[in-house]
């Protein structure tokens, strides 16, 4: 079975500190992507990568920044946290776009609820 | 650019009921469509997708769904609700091949409570 993996399920942080959520897949899916869930918005895109040092823009990227070193794992970064950035956070991945019958699916990691007080 | 409605934000059924949940889309073409479940304190888990063919596609879990062109709807069923199908469940729309890297866009997702 394909996992995903999120490091931390619970942080608390202050405004202003830097923070790391980690994610790691053990399927070699190529694209791997960072969601933000918050009631009543459903999932928003913060920021995907469809292989190792590429990256593109979700629809709410600002105050992120990400990082995909290894094909494996796929970092984001809040640099400087902010209270409208406590949120639940979810990291998928899914096999890239010539995957065949598969294409699309995402995997999810279980989420990093995020508290920035 | 594709967009995906849920109009339920909760419902509430009875243990043995039947269930259907709405989805409609916003696609010049025929999209990818998905169903999620997320558990509480969980991350999301696929229940079915859609790319082609049959209009009517099985799950897990006992869950059907179905896709009607004419009404750009993918809704969800379930003959007889368990009290272990509480949760919230998502839609999701994708594009097929649209040129860029095939982002999926999901629905603020619909909360489903059963009364035993």
């Known amino acids: 079975d394909v996992k995903v993996t999120q490091s931390s399920r619970y942080l608390v942080k202050r405004t202003g500190e830097k923070v790391f959520l980690e994610c790691v897949q053990d399927?070699?899916?190529?694209?791997m992507f960072w969601y933000r869930q918050d009631p009543g918005l459903g999932l928003r895109l913060i920021y995907f990568?469809?292989?190792?040092?590429?990256?593109e823009k979700g629809d709410i990227p600002e105050g992120y920044s990400v990082s995909r070193e290894k094909k494996e794992r796929f970092s984001l970064i809040l640099e400087s946290a902010s209270t409208n950035q406590t949120s639940m956070y979810l990291c998928?991945?899914?096999?890239?776009?010539?995957?065949?019958?598969?294409?699309?699916?995402?995997?999810f990691g279980e989420g990093s609820r995020l508290t920035v007080l | 650019a594709q967009s995906v409605t849920q109009p339920d934000i909760h419902i509430t059924v009875s243990e043995g009921a039947s269930l259907e949940l709405r989805c409609n889309y916003s696609y010049g073409a025929t999209p990818y469509l998905f169903w999620y479940v997320q558990s509480p304190g969980q991350g999301l888990q696929l229940l079915l997708k859609y790319f082609s063919g049959d209009t009517l596609v099985q799950g897990i879990k006992g869950f059907e769904a179905e896709f009607k062109r004419s009404q750009s709807s993918f809704n969800l069923r379930k003959p007889s609700v368990h009290w272990s199908d509480a949760a919230e469940y998502f839609c999701a729309v994708g594009a097929p091949f649209s040129g860029g890297y095939n982002k999926l866009i999901f629905g603020a997702g619909t909360r489903l409570a059963v009364h035993p």
């Open positions: 998928a991945s899914r096999v890239g776009l010539a995957g065949g019958p598969r294409t699309g699916e995402l995997f």
């Open positions: 990568s469809y292989d190792v040092k590429m990256k």
């Open positions: 399927m070699d899916h190529e694209n």
